[in-house]
């Protein structure tokens, strides 16, 4: 065949090779598809045919999906269907083509099947469970329409998914507390859309427990209120050291020891006898005036006096902690016997007679039975009266009906007492020893040799003689209650003080009662470890965590470690705690033997008062301010007393104004949170000492940081806050020197380090908060250094990353006659101001109170000249506030830019207005240019001159405010604002 030109039809093809058929394209095998269904998707894999011919045939490929070419869609062989509602069809047709003849053609065809009906949800998933820490929550997947075929879940907290938490079930964990949980559900099935719903919030999480522990049960001792020693007289106290005024009757207990049918008086001619007591007083608790004693047990007068009592800790008295024991007759002289100085918890005492008027009084460890044998007193006969003297358990009392005895002194006994009697018999060292080590009392004395004995657990069954004692014929003891009436109540199951038996047993190492394990700043839970001894017990140690208020298990028996060569330790995490707490341990492997933790404790916070004499006169003050909102929810902490720690909780011992005055106004922000106030507070020194190892402790007005580290070997070095109220000594400095002791003392760093500093004594955690120095008196430069150095101190405060929290100022500080530094503690605005205001830092660094410091503002010139009208800023919504609303103090006005001021009144008056302050002229009109100021530390006064400082503080101004329950006159205006941070200072020119 020819076409034009003169070519032929074959020519076109080119040439051919030579031995080479040509071969027509040809499919030998068909093309497939495999198909995975998904849900709402398809996914198709085509397979290609099988392709022959020569030359090799390209091979080219059309998707069709309802008639419409998808080809562009598909990923190499592969597409992906979407579902809809009607079936697809769907048609790969596969192409062969070379240049020998027609294509071939080869096609393979799928449906798309129509969706499932789609998943809709009905009715919420539901969470079933209790809403407390340990306790395991169910998800119920709601109710659902499109038959789902699965569901998968996600656990919320706070709305926000946690990590992991993907199962049906969920075990609430401590990070829960506080917070509201929730599940996410998300129903599935092939052929359709996933679906999620989420169930509604459970109630908010509460830390683990469940069921109480019954707080009038058996436990290991018998228990008398803490400041039992404490009288509830209105009796004047010392500014520091004193009780308060505050009637504690309903915390005071004893019991009253009729007659027993065989005498408790030893006789020194008989036969060899002792007296014994075992008996827990903390030491931290040995607090107390020089003079006072308190009492285990005795009668204190008549023919038959006999008396064990305790010598609390003291700097001058020489028989400071250390037990006397004294009998007298009615005839012959009278006994006095003292143990050595006791230096544990809880001893073992013995008083005896050896049958030949030789006398010694020693005690025995109760940790391992150790004798501490105390100075013999030889030849002392005591002729005793034949009729038995009826006693005391828990304090000193008389052998007269127990009334009103001994409730307005200090002989009441504020610790533990687990067993007191008498034997009759010579009783070995070493039965001693097996005692005090946990042996049995009435095995090792034997029951013939015991007329009297008492073996408390706390329950009024112990009262009464046990049922072993066969020859103590005594009736049993009662509650102390008489006219002013001391209740049963008060008299409570103690804790644990020897051994369990010298087999078996278990011992944790407790705190003294008030004891605060300290939260940080955004914490609400912390782990807190316990440690103790153990013999003849093996495998972990459990503790059980529960409020000692109500009883209520915080943390029920949890583990904390293995006993391993007689010692155990472990740790346990406890929330943030509304109450004080007990903890009960016992060994898994013997779970009978328990050791009874009744001593206080808590999870809250735990604030150092760093000062000095302005700080000390704050602690103390008596009878200003009447009652202590919430007794014992606080503790103290000083070591004021010959250097020794002593702790005692706020509301008995040491109560008095200025810790009402903290305590009280801090309750406004948390109820219930458990506090420790440790007390810094050394007269006239300065922060160059503290942070100096030359300085030398113990001689007039100087510091070591010495003081403060025992007091945290003690307590802890877990501290929440620092509250800064301190700078009088170093006033002198400028600024910059100021501001370096500042940076030295709580960074350790910068050019006035020295060689000790808070950081090295403080575990990781804790903050400083800043109370401004005070007002003063005396010569005018005293009184510029003290203006400067509080400049100083809040501008410092203010450049710290992040800004520190700076409490309000006391510029309305009473200062006392006499004039200086001091404030006068006998007057609501000498104790008042400084406590309270510490107590509000505090809050606000806490984030529980939101509330800033009011200030001045602009000054203007008004009424033609004759006025100068001050506006003030009051961001806590209050209103201007004066206990003389026109008759203001402390402003100063200049009309020569400052070389010299004027004051009022005479030059002029001050007033408020509103809530802005005017100042009139007394004549004529204040000239352009005028300035004014406020003096951040109240008006100066000279010394002595007592009548004008009253005058000064009536004419504070103030905003009112209503959480200021203490003074009730609200939060001080003073300076101003400074790059929008608060400053004492405010110096303005009137426009």
């Known amino acids: 065949m020819k076409l034009g030109f003169g070519l032929s039809l074959t020519s076109l093809r080119g040439p051919s090779v030579a031995g080479v058929a040509d071969v027509a394209p040809s499919i030998t095998t068909p093309a497939s598809a495999s198909a995975s269904d998904a849900g709402m998707a398809v996914s198709y894999t085509f397979t290609p045919p099988v392709v022959a011919g020569t030359p090799a045939p390209a091979v080219t490929c059309v998707l069709m999906l309802n008639a419409t070419d998808v080809t562009p869609a598909m990923a190499g062989d592969t597409y992906v269907a979407t579902k809809t509602a009607a079936t697809q069809a769907l048609v790969m047709t596969y192409t062969a083509a070379n240049s020998v003849a027609p294509a071939a053609t080869s096609a393979v065809s799928q449906t798309v099947p129509a969706a499932a009906a789609p998943l809709v949800n009905t009715g919420t998933p539901a969470v079933t469970g209790t809403a407390q820490e340990g306790q395991t929550l169910t998800a119920g997947p709601g109710t659902w329409t499109g038959s789902p075929t699965g569901f998968a879940y996600q656990w919320r907290r706070g709305g926000v998914a946690i990590g992991g938490a993907t199962a049906g079930t969920y075990a609430v964990a401590l990070a829960d507390v506080g917070s509201m949980l929730s599940v996410t559900v998300t129903a599935s099935k092939a052929g359709t859309a996933d679906v999620a719903a989420t169930s509604a919030a459970t109630a908010t999480i509460t830390a683990a427990g469940g069921g109480t522990v019954d707080l009038t049960a058996a436990a290991g001792s018998l228990r008398f209120p803490e400041g039992n020693n404490a009288p509830n007289t209105t009796a004047s106290s010392t500014v520091k050291h004193g009780y308060g005024a505050t009637v504690h009757t309903s915390y005071k207990g004893a019991l009253a020891q009729a007659k027993p049918g065989a005498t408790i008086n030893i006789a020194a001619n008989t036969v060899p006898q002792a007296i014994f007591a075992i008996v827990g007083f903390p030491l931290p608790k040995h607090v107390a005036s020089d003079a006072s004693v308190h009492g285990v047990f005795g009668a204190s007068s008549g023919a038959n006096t006999y008396r064990m009592r305790a010598y609390p800790l003291s700097s001058t008295n020489a028989n400071g902690g250390r037990y006397e024991w004294y009998h007298a007759g009615s005839s012959g002289p009278g006994v006095t016997v003292l143990t050595p100085v006791v230096t544990e918890d809880a001893a073992l005492l013995v008083v005896t007679c050896d049958g030949a008027a030789n006398w010694q009084f020693d005690w025995y460890s109760l940790l391992d039975g150790t004798r501490f044998a105390g100075s013999p007193a030889n030849s002392l006969t005591v002729q005793v009266n034949g009729a038995a003297a009826q006693f005391a358990i828990g304090a000193n009392g008389t052998a007269t009906a127990y009334t009103d005895n001994g409730v307005t002194s200090t002989n009441q006994w504020p610790g533990s007492i687990e067993a007191i009697g008498m034997v009759r018999r010579a009783v070995s060292v070493a039965e001693w020893q097996a005692i005090a080590r946990g042996a049995d009392i009435i095995t090792t004395l034997g029951a013939a040799n015991l007329p009297y004995l008492r073996d408390f657990d706390g329950t009024a069954a112990t009262y009464a003689r046990p049922a072993g004692a066969t020859a103590d014929v005594s009736v049993a003891a009662v509650p102390w209650a008489g006219t002013t009436g001391v209740p049963a109540a008060t008299l409570a199951p103690g804790p644990t003080l020897r051994r369990q038996s010298d087999a078996q047993w278990l011992m944790a190492n407790l705190k003294s009662a008030g004891h605060v394990f300290a939260l940080s700043r955004g914490q609400t839970a912390r782990s807190v470890t316990f440690d103790g001894t153990a013999g003849g017990l093996t495998g972990n140690v459990q503790v059980r965590v529960f409020r000692a208020d109500t009883g209520a298990i915080v943390r029920d028996w949890t583990s904390l470690g293995a006993i391993s060569g007689g010692v155990w330790s472990g740790s346990v995490t406890l929330p943030k705690s509304s109450s004080w707490l007990f903890a009960d341990f016992r060994a898994a492997s013997a779970p009978s033997v328990i050791f009874y933790g009744r001593q206080e404790f808590g999870v809250g916070w735990k604030f150092i008062l760093l000062g000095q004499s302005q700080m000390s006169i704050g602690f103390g003050g008596n009878g200003v301010i009447p009652a202590l909102a919430a007794p014992m929810t606080a503790s103290w902490v000083t070591n004021d007393i010959g250097n020794r720690v002593q702790m005692a909780r706020i509301g008995m011992a040491f109560d008095n104004d200025g810790k009402r005055a903290f305590l009280n106004q801090f309750r406004q922000f948390d109820a219930t949170t458990p506090v420790m106030l440790i007390d810094e507070a050394i007269n006239g020194t300065g922060m160059d000492q503290i942070i100096s190892s030359a300085s030398v402790e113990g001689q007039v007005n100087t510091r070591n940081m010495a003081q403060l580290t025992r007091k945290l070997a003690a307590v802890g070095t877990d501290v929440t806050a620092v509250l800064h109220q301190w700078g009088t000594n170093n006033m002198a400095l400028a600024g910059a020197g100021f501001q370096n002791l500042l940076t030295a003392l709580y960074y350790g760093t910068g050019p006035s380090a020295g060689d000790r500093s808070l950081p090295a004594e403080l575990a990781a955690g804790w903050v400083p908060v800043i109370c401004p120095l005070t007002r003063h008196t005396g010569a005018a430069v005293y009184t510029g250094n003290a203006q400067s150095a509080r400049r100083a101190m809040v501008d410092w405060a203010n450049a710290q990353t992040p800004a520190l929290v700076v409490s309000p100022p006391v510029s309305d500080f009473r200062i006392e006659n006499a004039g200086g530094p001091h404030q006068d503690a006998t007057t609501l605005m000498g104790i008042a101001p400084i406590m309270s205001r510490m107590a509000i830092g505090a809050a606000r660094m806490l984030g529980l109170d939101t509330s800033q410091n009011p200030c001045f503002s602009t ?76 003096q951040s530390g109240g008006e100066a006064r000279a010394d002595g001159d007592g009548t004008t400082e009253d005058i000064i503080i009536a004419g504070m101004l103030y905003e009112t405010w209503s959480k200021d329950v203490v003074m009730g006159r609200g939060l001080p205006v003073v300076g101003s604002l400074s790059g929008g941070k608060w400053v004492p200072d405010w110096d303005v020119v009137a426009a």
């Open 859 to 934: 000054a203007a010139l008004t009424g033609g000249g004759a006025t100068i009208t001050i506006q003030t800023v009051l961001p806590n919504g209050g209103a201007l506030y004066s206990p003389t609303p026109t008759a203001l103090r402390s402003f100063q006005v200049s009309t020569d830019a400052g070389t010299t001021w004027l004051s009022a009144p005479g030059n002029f008056s001050a007033a408020i207005s509103g809530n802005t302050v005017v100042l009139t002229k007394t004549s004529g009109i204040w000239s352009a240019g005028v300035r004014v100021r406020f």
